[in-house]
């Protein structure tokens, strides 16, 4: 079945840095396109960052440009969301979720992996 | 930027229709979908491009969208639909989310 595992998260101190992976299986992974979505503790969904099935499209939030990237390796059937410059306000947990293209909808997610910023 | 506009909580009683709106400008001109996240889980899609129900989902659960609103029904409401609900749409190429609406059966 499809399956979407989200690892890397943990504690780091502030203007540290960490990368997420997600690995894909159960599909075609270079058929879609991938996105990161984050919740912070008891608040709603905030949309990060997506990329296109080559990964040569990539889109940020305004609250993560500059210092978040996407990439992905086909070939490993895995996404990863490499985090610098972090803050508190970046804590979250941190979902993967695949769509088909653009006005496309995020199913499934993945399990979420919890980054906590804190000194 | 774009915003899409919940209400914080919807109240419904078992057996009743629940309807929890989404809004924002021209959203009827964009695709709307809609989130269903029970406490400690992952969000699962219930709505797609404003009416289409995944399979799996149960029919009661319906949507729409035109002018400046979306709107997910619930008909039959049951005490297994208590959860929060977030709409999301796309403005141009970048992704939007609602804040969220707590559905609480009582």
């Known amino acids: 079945q499809v399956q979407l595992v989200e690892s890397g998260g943990g504690l780091v101190k502030p203007g540290g840095s960490l990368r997420l992976s997600c690995a894909a299986s159960?599909?075609?992974?270079?058929?879609?396109?991938m996105t990161w979505i984050r919740q912070a503790p008891g608040k709603g969904l905030e949309w990060v960052s997506y990329i296109s099935r080559s990964g040569s499209i990539t889109y940020f939030a305004d609250s993560v440009k500059g210092r978040f990237t996407i990439s992905r390796d086909n070939a490993k059937n895995s996404l990863y969301l490499q985090m610098n410059s972090l803050r508190a306000e970046d804590t979250a947990v941190y979902y993967c979720?695949?769509?088909?293209?653009?006005?496309?909808?995020?199913?499934?997610w993945g399990q979420g992996t919890l980054v906590t910023v804190s000194s | 930027s774009y915003e899409v506009t919940q209400p914080p909580s919807v109240s419904v009683s078992p057996g009743q229709t629940a309807s929890i709106t989404c809004s924002g400008d021209?959203?009827?001109?964009?695709?709307a979908s809609w989130y269903q996240q029970k406490p400690g889980q992952s969000p699962v899609v219930v709505i797609y491009?404003?009416?289409k129900r995944p399979s799996g989902i149960p029919e009661r659960f319906s949507g729409s969208n035109s002018g400046n609103t979306a709107t997910l029904t619930i008909s039959g409401t049951q005490a297994m639909d208590e959860a929060d609900y977030y709409c999301q749409a796309w403005d141009s190429s970048l992704v939007v989310f609602g804040g969220g609406t707590k559905l609480t059966v009582l």
């Open positions: 159960g599909f075609t992974f270079s058929d879609y396109y």
């Open positions: 979720a695949r769509f088909s293209g653009v006005s496309g909808w995020f199913d499934p």
């Open positions: 021209k959203l009827g001109n964009k695709y």
């Open positions: 491009q404003d009416s």
